[in-house]
């Protein structure tokens, strides 16, 4: 294929990504799938269901395709939008049942902030487990006779798609910066400045995760942000003839910018989101006693924090600092052992995060109450 070939249909999935893009859910057929087939389990979104169709080439399997509507797995499940009951729907309504001599479905990890796997077992007889986090690890994951990796359950993010969630984010704020500036500056400024900050963003994603993002330095970041971004824009508006002034300006709209995008782990868990840091902290606490050491929540957990202690048979929280909060542990734990916790001793029982999606997305919106009993840890 050529390279423009390539590059094309690359920019456009790259920029689409932003918007929720759904494709019919149901049954498909990957290859030439046989009763033995592995079943695998995906959202809606086009450009994933695309993606896993050109990764599972060559292979034979059968992918459901449940209602997450139209948004990407991750996204969908910490959001509400893709539940158990979406996959109990897609396992009734698609016919799989009829079409393989097995019982055995395999969840996205990614998706287990929001679908619950204990129940689509009891409710289908389906025996559910968690893939990879990623979809490039399936591959891998089938040739090893369908066993997950420990690295495979870690959520990578290379510098590559980093750039690429770069461009996500900085193509449409560069254009509307671009617009919205023409008429203060004039079109060689704006365009001076709209390009600024684009390359403040691509420089931010690059950096991600060494700068802060939380905590008192975290202004740090916003700032030397915003400073940069007015020092290329004046420096671009000079050499282009303008005063320079149109410098600071677009700085602080940069500011304004910078905080948007590192609030933005409140749509895409990875970073602890600035705004809903902000005296709305909590922790993830581990209630010994409760624990049995079933390990579901070792299987869902994103950033490798909880670890099988092998001679108590119970898990701990190994690598708290790497937590993300995400939710995924405790709302697959059997024993209800995971919780979270507020500073101020506030607590959010696993009941209420199972029905609010209480994580990191929902934890600004979801009231808690002050008068919670307390539990020991
Ligand atoms: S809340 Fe923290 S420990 Fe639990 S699954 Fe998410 S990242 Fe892992």
Same mark, same amino acid.
């Given at each position: ?6 590059? +094309? %249909?690359? +920019? ?5 990504r932003m918007f929720p893009h759904a494709t019919r859910p149901g049954l498909r057929r990957i290859g030439r799938p046989g009763p033995d087939a =592995? ?11 695309? *993606?896993?169709?050109?990764? &599972? ?74 893939? %990879? ?29 980093? +750039?690429?969630? /770069?461009?996500?984010? /900085? ?6 910066? /671009?617009?919205?500036?023409? =008429? &203060? ?25 060494? $700068? ?36 600071? &300006?677009?700085?602080? /709209? ?29 922790? +993830?606490? $581990? ?18 924090? &909880? ?20 939710g995924a542990c405790v709302v697959q734990c059997p024993e209800d052992a995971l919780f979270f916790r507020f500073a101020d001793g506030r607590v959010?029982? %696993? ?12 934890? *600004? ?13």
């Open positions: 294929m050529t390279l423009p070939g390539r590059f +094309l %249909p690359w +920019l456009r999935d790259t920029l689409l =592995p079943v695998l389990l995906t959202g809606n979104f086009t450009l994933t269901v695309a *993606r896993l169709e050109r990764v &599972l080439a060559g292979r034979d399997a059968w992918l459901l395709v449940a209602d997450s509507h139209g948004i990407n797995v991750w996204c969908a499940a910490g959001g509400g939008h893709l539940t158990h009951h979406d996959v109990i729907a897609v396992i009734r309504s698609s016919g799989i049942g009829e079409r393989v001599a097995h019982r055995r479905l395999w969840l996205p990890q990614l998706a287990a902030t929001g679908v619950e796997r204990r129940v689509v077992e009891a409710r289908t007889g389906w025996r559910a487990d968690w893939g %990879p986090a990623r979809l490039e690890d399936l591959p891998a994951f089938l040739d090893r006779g369908e066993r997950v990796a420990r690295r495979e359950r870690t959520m990578r993010f290379p510098p590559w798609e980093r +750039l690429e969630m /770069a461009l996500v984010w /900085a193509a449409p704020t560069t254009l509307v910066a /671009a617009a919205a500036l023409v =008429p &203060l500056v004039g079109i060689a400024a704006a365009l001076a400045g709209a390009l600024s900050i684009g390359l403040v963003i691509f420089g931010i994603f690059a950096a991600l995760p060494r $700068l802060p993002v939380e905590g008192p330095r975290r202004w740090l970041t916003y700032a030397g942000g915003a400073l940069l971004a007015g020092g290329l824009a004046a420096g671009a508006d000079a050499l282009l003839g303008g005063s320079g002034h149109a410098g600071w &300006l677009l700085g602080a /709209a940069t500011l304004a910018m910078l905080a948007l995008s590192v609030d933005l782990a409140g749509t895409t868990p990875w970073y602890a989101s600035t705004i809903n840091s902000a005296g709305n902290r909590f922790d +993830l606490v $581990l209630d010994r006693e409760r624990c049995t050491g079933a390990a579901d929540c070792v299987r869902v957990c994103p950033r490798d924090v &909880l670890r099988m202690d092998g001679r108590e048979r119970k898990v701990r929280i190994a690598e708290p600092e790497a937590c993300i909060r995400c959010a029982p %696993p009941a209420q995060v199972r029905a609010t999606r209480m994580n990191m997305l929902g934890r *600004r919106a979801v009231p808690v109450p002050t008068d919670e009993a307390p539990r020991s840890s």
